[in-house]
């Protein structure tokens, strides 16, 4: 029976709200890890992993299809939805902390003029972009769940939450684009 | 909803992303296997309960994930500093002044 | 006349007589205009008289034309279940088909039969629930309360589920401006052209404050209401703005933390559905600005509350905002100038002004000479004493001031007052503000501001609109300035041309109605406080405004005395012959006026109350006729009845299916934590009580956490990945606070050690599988890893692939049975469930849930956290000391477990339960006694921690907590129940299986 060939299944694949000002969608499937690691491991770390890790709060550094989202001061998440963070960490000696999350989270991107808008009916940071600018990322709480969230672009946000929060996630967002 | 400095992502941030986790400064014994009764107790059961400058332990749980320090007032239920976990509690006169004049502020606007 | 009323004049107001809207009140059709409230569009149809007063059911009319209305007020219905009690008449805006009632009045609202509360109503004085229905005891329940309830209070709560949707929105900004006057519209333009992020709310359905009703001055050489459309346009369109109407700030919270309610659809005649009714703002402000103007007073006199009397102001904006005239021979009572400019703007719309009553002997304002010159009479040093007519006011009763001469009685039909201005302070107030009495105005106006924030105009105490329009400007630019680094000089000037006759003078506290007469003067008109109510508070020993409002209830109704606070303090203050400032102000709590629960809960109905947590598997279950249960937020199957089974026999069928052959159980729920680092072993040593050091790498080991006081706080299987990696499973309701507890021990006392933690609850599926057929079953979809016993027996952990996907697999059991516990990505969860099954089923196999679980689990003695331990069992009680290492120098519980109370003989232990009947199945919870003989209250010595029918042993099965448990093996003991009492033996916990053989396969 080695011959089966599944593929994953994400929890809201193939869901989309368009709303005025507004559209809400699945991300693709994605590899993800939680990387932890003290100071001594960086270089190594951001070597091996081909990004220089953010070291300032709420900042990520991005290359190519990777992207390394500043969590704490010890604490990154590696999302890429082509190359394996986790086997490039692997080949780091530096003691550190890298942990398989690709099936832990799962993302909804968050796009139109009134994303930030729509995120702010359950966040209650402030997403200005003076604040809050492209490429800015904060694990942060989104109504009555945690989610971390990354600005891709002016107008648009991609919202990581743990895949058995996310239909609550897509359905809070669905639920505030209505007349938003 | 209180906004608290993180004293880890150096920003104020709303108090929904915290966790309240008691008294600060209560160090675990080093040696707790071998403490008497009364050590113990002292330890784990005593607190202080100040009326004034409150030094308590919290957790940007939903943020950073850090644990830290904070001083606050309980007559004013203001934050008067916050600090990381593991620095000496800080010289307050200093920080009581600060938080006087910030809240002064509005009235030198009108 | 007009066809929406024939109060309404000509050329007067700002509402187009063509857009007419049709509504209703008590089934009576109406006419009104757009634009109007429902109070404007009653009074222009001549309707003062819409509702009963709470208390004695007093007729009331309409006595202001904004939110600080405490009479006007009404249910207003859209359909079945949109019913919405006390609406202020005065802020509802008609639609077509609207539907309005009045409130508090049987059978009619004209013929009330609770109105004899009025006519003995010294039964009904302050303090009367106090002191008459205290005895006897009984019949407060059973005869006082529920005529009292009937026959008090106002509208009808609804009785349906709220049908409408509200929004909720968290916004920041530099400048926040509470009011749209024209102190708060000079502040806001002043902001934003500052270059500051702005939002501008005002409660009303206009813009302009008094600008609505004043009309003499001009702002930029337009009329005030003009320039403040003008200036709304104008920030409407600043993308550094947000214009807020129709929204009341109604709470006023730390650090600048303002909440603010948006009535969205309420004035519409057919909402968008997907329109929310409401919206909160939750807005972090920079800096407030507060520019909420100030409210006038009544006079109190007797029967001041008779329907036809209102504000002066109130009168000014029915006529010059609505074109609607209060009545055809309106007299004028007042203490100030302002009351003039109604009796003038209504003169001079064609209405009969009777006479102007002043209490003052010589006023010294233009505007006396401006009313004389128009005719009307005016009494100055005289005192309006009473009111005539009761369903309507009929005349007015005069006499001089300081007595003397005999009374005179003027016929009228409306009667317009003022005593002066009370500035809105209560923002202020509300953001913990103390404020402070100024003797030459006698006014509270705010003192020191405890947060960043400023007061503009009338609620400042400023007066007349250059003053107001000046300081708006200054306070704007500076805030923009000290709130936003990229401010500029904002370049706003507004030139003022004439102060308008309002703004002439404000101050001035209207006199009490004389003490020691008996008579209905009102201070509070919503909860029917009288002058007389108040003296009586002072006279029965309440010497503080805070006991007085209490004895009352001055000011403690939904429109919280902003009419009647400083009316009520000053007659207090009289009584008690000590300054005003003396007895001083109640404090302003929010709402500042009535909110919606719908507005407070926004987004958070139906699925999104709670997040409904669900497993990959879980649709798979679905399809298997599982029936779930809620496990905290998780959905979990909880057994999978076939046709023609009940609960009881499912769960049968499953326990014997899983000893039998096998059973397939979804695990996912499982907390799970990665443990990772060079001292990962070093840690778990310190956090778990077992040894961890010497866990080899590919083996499993159950281990049990404490607190530091030594009381077991949650247990779960540990496997060592690898030397520096461990994959540590925790109860499902406890995997957040596990790892708050690890991180709080890993950052704060242990942070020299090299480890961190990830939480890996949902990376994995869990699934189980369990019985003598588990093997068999799974062996064919595994791939590098050998299953048999002599390489990967019980307590084994392995790597490898099943169904070729990446999977960490688990030897373990917590059913006794030989079994695995297989971890694959969560996205492939359903598709090995489902490929597991396909195999398993025809061998027999079984889907059990978490009920089969629990009994399995209880059949062998394992025990749940949370449901054999309470949060004061120690593994020792829990007899589980195998599992605390006698060697360890450290962990953490070492020194609680040694606490003299924890090794005191006679603590609760665990047990197991043998009923002696051999069939009745005990209650979980249920207590235990020695003595079943001995008299209540009872000496519990236990209670049942887990309880159920084992079909595997053919007995019921039960474990307790038991005191000295361990000590009393096959004693008897009694579980006394509400009919009967049940004889229990005690016996060990070990119920199947008592070798152990089985779980080694």
């Known amino acids: 029976m080695a011959d089966m060939q599944f593929s994953r299944e994400l929890p809201l694949a193939g869901m989309m709200h368009g709303g005025p000002g507004v559209s809400i969608s699945a991300a693709p499937e994605a590899n993800r890890i939680n990387l932890r690691a003290g100071d001594d491991a960086l270089a190594g770390l951001s070597k091996g992993l081909g990004i220089t890790l953010p070291k300032k709060p709420k900042t990520s550094a991005s290359n190519g299809s990777r992207h390394a989202l500043w969590i704490g001061p010890d604490e ?104 938003a | 909803m209180l906004l608290i400095h993180c004293p880890y992502c150096e920003e104020k941030r709303p108090e929904l992303e915290f966790r309240h986790a008691g008294e600060a400064h209560v160090a675990r014994p080093a040696d707790i296997a071998n403490i008497s009764d009364a050590e113990f107790a002292h330890y784990f059961f005593y607190r202080d309960n ?36 593991g620095e000496p509690k800080p010289e307050l006169v200093e920080a009581a002044n600060e938080n006087k004049a910030e809240a002064q502020k509005g009235n030198s606007a009108k | 006349m007009s066809a929406a009323g024939a109060n309404r004049i000509a050329g007067a107001g700002r509402l187009t007589p063509a857009n007419t809207v049709r509504f209703t009140f008590d089934g009576r059709d109406y006419t009104g205009l757009e634009g109007d409230t429902l109070a404007s569009a009653l009074i222009a149809n001549d309707v003062h008289l819409v509702g009963r007063s709470f208390k004695y059911h007093r007729p009331r009319g309409i006595q202001t034309a904004g939110p600080e209305e405490p009479s006007a007020l009404v249910g207003i219905r859209r359909d079945a279940a949109r019913h919405v009690p006390n609406i202020r008449a005065t802020v509802q805006e008609i639609h077509d088909g609207l539907a309005a009632v009045s409130q508090n009045r049987w059978p009619s609202l004209a013929f009330d039969i609770g109105a004899v509360n009025d006519i003995g109503s010294p039964l009904f004085s302050a303090g009367v629930y106090y002191k008459t229905f205290m005895w006897p005891k009984a019949a407060w329940k059973h005869v006082y309360e529920p005529v009292i309830r009937n026959a008090a209070g106002l509208g009808v709560a609804p009785d349906q589920p709220d049908p409408d949707r509200y929004a909720s929105r968290y916004v920041h900004c530099d400048v926040l401006v509470i009011g749209g006057g024209v102190a708060g519209l000079a502040a806001a333009l002043s902001a934003a052209e500052s270059g500051a992020q702005v939002i501008l709310c005002d409660e009303n359905a206009n813009m302009g404050g008094a600008l609505r009703f004043e009309g003499e001055a001009k702002l930029d050489g337009l009329e005030g209401y003009e320039w403040a459309q003008q200036a709304v346009d104008r920030l409407s369109v600043m993308d550094n703005v947000r214009v807020l109407q129709r929204t009341t700030a109604f709470g006023y919270y730390a650090q600048n933390f303002v909440g603010l309610v948006e009535r969205v659809t309420d004035h519409l005649p057919a909402p968008d559905p997907d329109t929310p009714r409401e919206r909160l703002w939750q ?112 005349s007015m009763t005069v006499e001089p001031a300081n007595g003397g001469s005999k009374a005179e009685i003027i016929p009228v039909d409306a009667i317009v007052m003022s005593a002066g201005w009370t500035p809105s302070v209560h923002m202020y107030s509300q953001s913990r503000g103390k404020v402070v009495w100024n003797e030459e105005s006698q006014r509270f106006l705010p003192g020191e501001y405890p947060q960043d924030a400023v007061s503009v105009g009338a609620c400042n105490g400023t007066d007349g609109l250059q003053a107001s329009v000046t300081e708006a400007l200054a306070a704007g630019e500076t805030a923009a300035k000290e709130t936003c680094p990229k401010a500029k000089k904002s370049g706003v000037k507004i030139t003022v041309d004439g102060e308008g006759k309002w703004a002439g ?57 902003k009419l009647s606070n400083l009316h009520g303090l000053a007659i207090a203050a009289e009584a008690l012959g000590r300054p005003i400032p ?58 999978y009845p076939r046709a023609g089974e009940d609960m009881h026999a499912a769960v049968n069928r499953e326990c014997r299916t899983v000893r039998e052959v096998a059973g397939m159980f979804d695990a996912t729920t499982l907390g799970k934590i990665e443990v990772v680092g060079p001292d990962a072993a070093q840690f778990l040593d310190l956090l778990y009580t077992n040894p961890f050091m010497k866990l080899g790498v590919g083996k499993l080991r159950y281990g049990i956490m404490c607190r530091e006081d030594g009381f077991i706080y949650d247990d779960g299987v540990v496997a060592r990945v690898a030397e520096d990696r461990f994959h540590v499973t925790t109860t499902t309701g406890g995997a957040p606070r596990v ?57 084994s952990y392995a790597e490898g692939k099943v169904c070729g996907v990446p999977a960490r697999v688990f030897r373990m059991s917590f059913t006794g049975e030989a079994g695995y516990e297989i971890n694959v990505p969560a996205d492939f969860g359903r598709q090995v469930w489902d490929a597991i099954y396909e195999r398993g089923a025809p061998m027999g196999m079984c889907l059990y849930g978490t009920e089969t679980m629990h009994v399995l689990r209880a059949e062998k003695g394992y025990i749940i956290v949370g449901q054999d331990t309470d949060g004061t069992v120690t593994p020792h009680d829990a007899g589980l000391s195998w599992a605390v290492g006698k060697k360890k120098t450290d962990f953490v519980g070492i020194r609680g477990l040694n606490r003299p109370d924890l090794t005191a003989p006679g603590r609760r232990q665990l047990v197991g339960l043998k009923v002696k009947d051999g069939k009745t199945v005990l209650e979980e919870g249920a207590q235990i006694v020695a003595n079943h003989n001995q008299s209540p209250p009872m000496n519990i010595i236990g209670w049942v921690s887990s309880s ?9 099965i039960a474990m307790a907590l038991v005191e000295d448990g361990f000590n009393l093996m096959g004693k008897t003991l009694y579980v006394p129940m509400p009919d009967r009492v049940i004889e229990v033996e005690v016996r060990d916990t070990v119920f199947f299986d008592k070798e152990g053989g089985w779980i080694h396969g």
């Open chain 3, 739 to 795: 790892l708050h507890h690890m991180e709080d021990y890993l950052q704060t006392e242990f942070p020299h050690l090299k480890v961190w933690l990830t939480s890996t609850s949902e990376q994995w599926a869990v699934i189980a599988v369990q019985g003598p057929k588990a093997r068999e079953i799974i062996e064919p979809f595994v791939e590098g890893i050998d299953l048999s016993n002599e390489t990967f027996p019980h307590m």
């Open chain 3, 505 to 561: 003078n404000m101050v001035g506290a209207g006199p009490g109605a004389g003490a020691g007469k008996v008579m209905k003067a009102f201070v509070d008109f919503q909860n029917d406080v009288t002058a007389k109510d108040i003296r009586l508070a002072v006279q029965e020993g309440m010497h503080s405004i805070e006991h007085v409002k209490r004895f009352t209830t001055n000011g403690m109704a939904t429109d919280q005395g």
């Open chain 3, 283 to 394: 807005v972090r402000a920079k800096r407030v600005i507060i520019a909420a103007g100030a409210i006038e007073r009544h006079m109190v006199f007797a029967n001041n509350d008779r329907p036809g009397i209102m504000l002066a102001s109130a009168a000014r904006m029915y006529l010059n905002h609505y074109g609607v005239a209060v009545g055809r021979k309106v007299g004028v009572y007042t203490a100030n100038d302002s009351a003039y400019a109604a009796a003038i703007d209504l003169k001079k719309a064609g209405v009969d002004i009777p006479a102007i009553v002043d209490l003052r002997t010589d006023p010294d304002s233009g505007l006396v000479e401006e009313a004389k010159g128009l005719g009307i009479r005016v009494l100055t040093g005289h005192a309006v004493t009473g009111a005539g007519g009761k369903l309507r006011v009929a």
């Open chain 3, 948 to 956: 159920y029918w084992s079909e595997n042993c053919g007995h019921p």
């Open chain 3, 582 to 639: 003396k007895v001083g102000l109640t404090t302003f709590r929010p709402p500042y006026t009535p909110t919606t629960f719908g507005a407070i809960v926004g987004h958070a109905r139906g699925k999104l109350f709670d997040p409904t947590r669900k497993t990959p598997m879980h649709v798979a279950e679905e399809a298997a006729g599982a029936v779930f249960e809620d496990v905290g937020q998780w959905k979990r199957a909880w057994y």
């Open chain 1, 76 to 179: 990154w998440l590696v999302i890429d939805e082509e190359g394996d963070p986790a086997a490039d960490c692997a080949k780091v000696k530096a003691a550190h902390s890298a942990v398989d999350v690709s099936h832990r989270n799962t993302a909804i991107l968050v796009s139109g003029p009134f994303a930030a808008d729509v995120i702010n009916a359950g966040c209650p940071q402030d997403l200005s972009l003076e604040i809050f600018p492209v490429g800015a990322c904060s694990r942060t709480v989104f109504g009555k769940i945690e989610v971390v969230l990354y600005r891709t672009a002016e107008d648009a946000f991609r919202v990581e939450c743990w895949r058995s929060f996310s239909d609550y996630a897509f359905e809070f967002l669905k639920d505030a684009a209505r007349g």
């Open chain 2, 50 to 85: 100040p009326k004034g400058v409150a030094y308590e332990r919290w957790r940007h749980i939903h943020g950073c994930g850090r644990f830290f320090n904070a001083a606050r007032d309980t007559i004013s239920d203001k934050f008067l500093t916050t600090y990381k976990a």
